[in-house]
């Protein structure tokens, strides 16, 4: 007998009813969040230290290119940028910049877009695709995300996409850190050591 | 030395409680562990009801494993991946091998995964003659110190920060001159960042596995899991068949509970679900995907009153606020799962015979129970291990005999009062001022305590009397 | 109203520490019950269920429960005895039809002495004056098995002239464990060195708790250490007992 035949003769049973399934997400306890105000939500979560990100907000896409010179500047850092092939950000000029698209190992500084912000915990929720590469913000020592304001949502329960899923969904809550040494916490571990959130308050991104 | 234990356990112990800075470095860790999960756990509401869900939602997978198990495999299978199966560590590392095999890996990536220290993938890849990067900064500091993690959560929790900057000085290329954790943290970083990079493989476990969509999702702080699997170009995920919830959104009140109970945080900072290989047109992620389902010895659990114990998400809460723990550390239990929840495990997956102690050294204080985000009955499985090892004979005769005398005139009320009243005469005799400083038989109370002189006469005793009167 | 009680002494205050059960004795009756001390018990068979030997763990629990069924309620001076009959013993007669609803019938009707007191008579000591500081501390099983937390200090609390220190790390097990100090008595004792520093450091000079296996273990502990520190069960201030021999004095 194979293993999985093995395994699967010993867990016989038979099989979940979906509706016990679903009961068992009705009404989650979670902390409490003000949905008629979910940017200062988002925002309060975004500064907790455990999360440990800086924001800026600008009133539409074309402000980004000079929001993000204002932080890189502010960070001593160059005009240098990681850049996702978005189409959404074919608005904004970038003549400022030296941009690349595949990250260096060493990699200063990467801009990606942000599906959803979760107020709940100040997650920023992401997926890769063809035009969203993943590995760029992981490697980058600041992360610089664009998250439009409208696409903050209450709770991690409205973070799933329904239907057929990407290769990687993924929920970034803050800097990369560690407490590995004596349980003190340190910012940098492995990945970003700065996370800097840039909200777009004015109109919605083009859709790709 | 008692004669209730076994040699190893009290060895192990005995070390642990003589090694001054190892109490030093597990207070540090584990000490600001519970600080920042009572203040998650106040701040979060109605904690109680979020523990009575999180139970009922792996107790309902443990009912239905097997559906659930299938569901996963043919959404994983969907998605691109390749599902394998193994019911032993054995097979599951001849697996994992055979993989790195057929892919020429020359040098893989690990993010840490208890289910790997489970089955022993590092001893495996080191006979296979494949280089291992331990991806993690606990794990990196264990690897270079050739040592086993002593915390399912803070592998190095052992290690104090004046033992780790002495190991990187003396194994980076590039150590830290500033004598901070975060120089430390910074060294890691450097000496790790092109290693995983170069790697052919990325080896991890799962947190959870997402039945309807074939997910697998892996958290950590670090982010050393998606950088240790998203440039190979294979992914290696070994998880124990257990880790199963059905869809995402289960996920989530699990995840809830897990980064607070082990961390004190809201979430973990990085949680990424991996669902199959990459896709056409993706810039990145690996070409294969190969999940490994282990079973090694959770059917057996299941099956023998052990299935409680399947909720584990492995937060580490439990070991954090046991007594025991804080005082010998993580490898004087010798397994690889330490503390109450080690103390359940390790007696399942290695042997009873060997590891009855691990089930005795335990004050049955129910802390562990309290803390517990699934509500595992700790105590209550300790107990069953005991009565366990009683039954098949694997309790020292001493013991035994003792106890069955005890007992056989604890069942007899008058000879259990004659008895008493001998015993209160013979111990006081052994008194002074009312202390008795040493007592044959009981060494191992004065050798630490003094005893009080019982009363010269049983409560019985002096009742009965009254009641004469 | 009269409540009949039935005392559960308990093997250790049986032999160690008489004038706890007194003690419990004397609170009772002042809330207004009637004590009786059935003659069949002995041990509730505690070191038989935590050793593994369930089948004199069976035997002790039968000869208890025989013992205190006939009566009203069972009053009990220690949390970890009145936990062992209020949740072990349904546990340990799950498939035996016979002795399981004896076995419930009994656990239902059994209390933790101050938890009965404070929370069934609705009772406070009244004209009780013991000038002194006191900590306390929480032992575990009463804690998590029954819940009793805040019925001593309640009652405590109705004692003139005692004021309480609280313990850092009152809820902290003391290493006590049963045959767990004897068994594994390096580890034991490491718990119970830091609970006696605890103890110390609230500048108490009583320490109170519920339970005589852990008091034993603690001020066994702290007179070792040399420590000032007198140790009593809560129920001997409760009853007005506080002024005689702490436990290690001679009458």
């Known amino acids: 007998m194979s293993a999985r035949n093995a395994i699967l003769a010993r867990l016989k049973s038979p099989p979940p009813l979906a509706a016990e399934a679903a009961a068992l997400l009705d009404t989650p306890e979670r902390p409490a969040v003000d949905a008629t105000n979910l940017e200062s939500e988002f925002l309060a979560r975004l500064a907790l230290p455990s999360v440990n990100a800086s924001h800026d907000v600008i009133a539409s896409l074309t402000d980004l290119p000079a929001a993000i010179a204002r932080y890189l500047h502010a960070e001593n850092e160059p005009l240098t940028l990681c850049c996702p092939p978005d189409p959404r950000l074919a608005p904004c000029d970038w003549s400022a910049f030296t941009l690349h698209a595949n990250a260096a190992p060493d990699e200063t500084a990467t801009l990606a877009i942000a599906r959803l912000g979760i107020a709940e915990t100040g997650s920023l929720i992401f997926e890769t695709s063809p035009t969203a590469p993943m590995l760029p913000n992981f490697l980058t020592l600041h992360h610089i995300v664009l998250l439009p304001v409208a696409a903050i949502a209450a709770h991690l329960e409205d973070a799933p996409l329904p239907g057929p899923q990407p290769r990687a969904h993924y929920w970034i809550t803050g800097v990369s850190g560690t407490t590995d040494i004596e349980g003190t916490y340190v910012r940098g571990a492995h990945g970003p050591r700065y996370l800097h959130v840039i909200l777009l308050r004015g109109g919605i991104l083009p859709v790709t | 030395m008692s004669d209730f234990t076994t040699p190893s356990f009290l060895n192990r112990a005995d070390a642990a409680l003589a090694d001054p800075i190892l109490k030093i470095a597990v207070e540090r860790t584990a000490g600001t562990a519970e600080a920042k999960r009572a203040i998650a756990i106040d701040a979060f509401p109605d904690f109680e009801a979020a523990r009575t869900r999180a139970a009922a939602i792996k107790d309902h997978v443990i009912a239905h494993l097997g559906p659930y198990l299938e569901q996963f495999e043919a959404s994983a299978i969907a998605a691109g991946a390749q599902v394998h199966w193994a019911q032993t560590a054995d097979e599951a590392c001849q697996i994992v091998m055979n993989i790195c095999k057929a892919a020429g890996a020359k040098s893989v990536a690990r993010s840490k995964s208890m289910l790997g220290e489970e089955i022993g993938l590092p001893h495996a890849l080191e006979e296979a003659g494949i280089g291992r990067v331990e991806t993690d900064l606990a794990e990196h500091i264990i690897q270079l110190a050739d040592e086993r993690p002593s915390h399912i959560i803070w592998p190095a929790m052992h290690k104090t920060r004046e033992q780790v900057s002495a190991l990187f000085k003396a194994k980076h290329r590039t150590p830290h001159e500033e004598e901070t954790i975060a120089a430390m943290a910074q060294s890691a970083r450097r000496e790790?960042?092109?290693?995983?990079?170069?790697?052919?493989?990325?080896?991890?476990?799962?947190?959870?596995?997402?039945?309807?969509?074939?997910?697998?999702?892996?958290?950590?702080?670090?982010?050393?899991?998606?950088?240790?699997?998203?440039?190979?170009r294979v992914h290696i995920v070994t998880a124990g068949i257990e880790k199963i919830v059905p869809s995402m959104p289960h996920a989530i009140p699990m995840l809830r509970m897990l980064a607070r109970s082990a961390t004190g945080a809201a979430l973990t900072q990085y949680t990424t679900f991996y669902t199959g290989p990459r896709r056409s047109g993706d810039r990145d992620g690996p070409e294969e995907m190969h999940i490994v389902l282990v079973d090694n010895g959770r059917t057996k659990m299941r099956e023998e009153g052990l299935a409680d114990m399947l909720r584990c998400i492995r937060c580490g809460a439990c070991m954090n606020h046991c007594v025991v723990f804080r005082q010998i550390g993580g490898h004087a239990y010798g397994g690889t799962y330490p503390g109450p929840m080690g103390a359940v495990l390790t007696p399942a997956l290695d042997g009873l015979a060997s590891n009855r102690d691990l089930a005795h050294a335990c004050t049955l204080n129910g802390k562990c129970q309290e803390v517990c985000p699934v509500k595992i009955p700790l105590p209550t499985l300790l107990k069953g291990w005991r009565e366990k090892s009683w039954r098949e004979g694997l309790e020292p005769t001493s013991m035994r005999a003792g106890l069955g005398l005890w007992a056989w005139v604890a069942t007899r009320p008058a000879l259990y009062r004659l008895g008493t009243g001998l015993a209160i005469r013979a111990i006081r005799l052994l008194g002074r001022k009312g202390w008795i400083a040493s007592l044959p038989l009981a060494g191992g109370w004065t050798r630490y305590r003094d005893l009080p002189k019982p009363a010269a006469q049983s409560f019985m005793t002096q009742y009965q009397r009254e009641q004469r009167k | 109203?009269?409540?009949?009680?039935?005392?559960?002494?308990?093997?250790?205050?049986?032999?160690?520490?008489?004038?706890?059960?007194?003690?419990?004795?004397?609170?009772?009756?002042?809330?207004?019950?009637?004590?009786?001390?059935?003659?069949?018990?002995?041990?509730?068979?505690?070191?038989?269920?935590?050793?593994?030997?369930?089948?004199?763990?069976?035997?002790?629990?039968?000869?208890?429960?025989?013992?205190?069924?006939?009566?009203?309620?069972?009053?009990?001076?220690?949390?970890?005895?009145?936990?062992?009959?209020?949740?072990?013993?349904?546990?340990?007669?799950?498939?035996?039809?016979?002795?399981?609803?004896?076995?419930?019938?009994?656990?239902?009707?059994?209390?933790?002495?101050?938890?009965?007191?404070?929370?069934?008579?609705?009772?406070?000591?009244?004209?009780?004056?013991?000038?002194?500081?006191?900590?306390?501390?929480?032992?575990?099983?009463?804690?998590?098995?029954?819940?009793?937390?805040?019925?001593?200090?309640?009652?405590?609390?109705?004692?003139?002239?005692?004021?309480?220190?609280?313990?850092?790390?009152?809820?902290?097990?003391?290493?006590?464990?049963?045959?767990f100090c004897v068994k594994y008595p390096a580890i034991s004792n490491a718990i119970v060195g830091e609970k006696a520093a605890a103890i110390d450091a609230t500048g108490a000079n009583l320490l109170l708790a519920g339970d005589l296996g852990c008091l034993m273990n603690m001020a066994g502990k702290l007179h070792r250490d040399g420590s000032k520190v007198r140790a009593f069960h809560a129920i001997e201030l409760i009853a007005g007992m506080g002024d005689g021999p702490a436990i290690g004095e001679e009458a």
């Open chain 3, 1 to 179: 109203m009269t409540r009949n009680v039935a005392l559960f002494v308990t093997c250790l205050v049986d032999i160690m520490r008489p004038r706890i059960g007194f003690a419990a004795i004397r609170a009772l009756e002042a809330a207004g019950c009637e004590v009786v001390v059935p003659q069949g018990q002995t041990c509730c068979g505690q070191p038989a269920l935590n050793s593994g030997d369930r089948d004199h763990a069976v035997a002790l629990a039968k000869q208890t429960i025989a013992a205190l069924e006939p009566y009203e309620a069972i009053v009990v001076p220690s949390g970890s005895c009145a936990g062992t009959i209020r949740c072990h013993y349904p546990e340990l007669f799950e498939q035996d039809a016979t002795w399981l609803p004896r076995a419930q019938a009994v656990a239902a009707k059994t209390f933790e002495v101050m938890a009965y007191l404070d929370e069934v008579c609705g009772w406070k000591p009244d004209g009780v004056r013991l000038p002194a500081t006191a900590t306390y501390h929480d032992s575990c099983s009463g804690l998590r098995e029954l819940g009793i937390k805040a019925q001593p200090r309640r009652l405590l609390n109705a004692i003139d002239g005692l004021s309480m220190s609280p313990l850092s790390g009152a809820e902290t097990c003391c290493g006590f464990g049963g045959t």
């Open chain 2, 192 to 232: 790790l960042r092109a290693k995983m990079l170069g790697a052919d493989v990325g080896i991890s476990g799962a947190n959870f596995l997402i039945a309807d969509t074939g997910a697998v999702c892996t958290v950590t702080n670090e982010g050393n899991a998606e950088l240790s699997l998203v440039p190979p």
